[in-house]
């Protein structure tokens, strides 16, 4: 059974940084493509950065810059590191992977970002 596990999330404050991380296990490979997705009370849920391949990278036109989203492939770990954090960056984020198996999700963390 495929695990998807986040950690890293908290509170912050604006300008600071947070590093999330998604630790998969399970039947997970051949991963086709990981991103990080994220929801904020009353809002829809959004694609903040996606990685296809190794290096095919797409950010929100609103994070472009301060986010970077990266993966080790042998620990099967996604990484999202959040820089200059905006009180408009708090949200409950979720990590994605699309497998040949199906398409999984993590459980959410979430990141406050408060003065």
């Known amino acids: 059974q495929v695990q998807l596990v986040e950690s890293g999330g908290g509170s912050v404050q604006p300008g600071g940084s947070l590093r999330l991380s998604c630790a998969a296990s399970?039947?997970?490979?051949?991963?086709?493509?990981v991103a990080w997705y994220r929801q904020a009370p009353g809002r829809e849920r959004e694609m903040v950065a996606g990685?296809?391949?190794?290096?095919?990278?797409k950010y929100l036109d609103s994070v472009k810059g301060r986010f970077t989203i990266s993966r080790d492939i042998a620990r099967n770990t996604l990484y999202l590191q959040m820089n200059s954090l905006k009180a408009e960056d708090t949200a409950v984020y979720y990590c994605?992977?699309?497998?040949?198996?199906?398409?999984?999700w993590g459980q959410g963390t979430q990141v406050t970002v408060s003065s």
């Open positions: 994605n992977m699309k497998t040949s198996w199906g398409d999984y």
């Open positions: 399970g039947r997970i490979l051949p991963i086709n493509a």
């Open positions: 990685l296809a391949g190794t290096s095919t990278t």
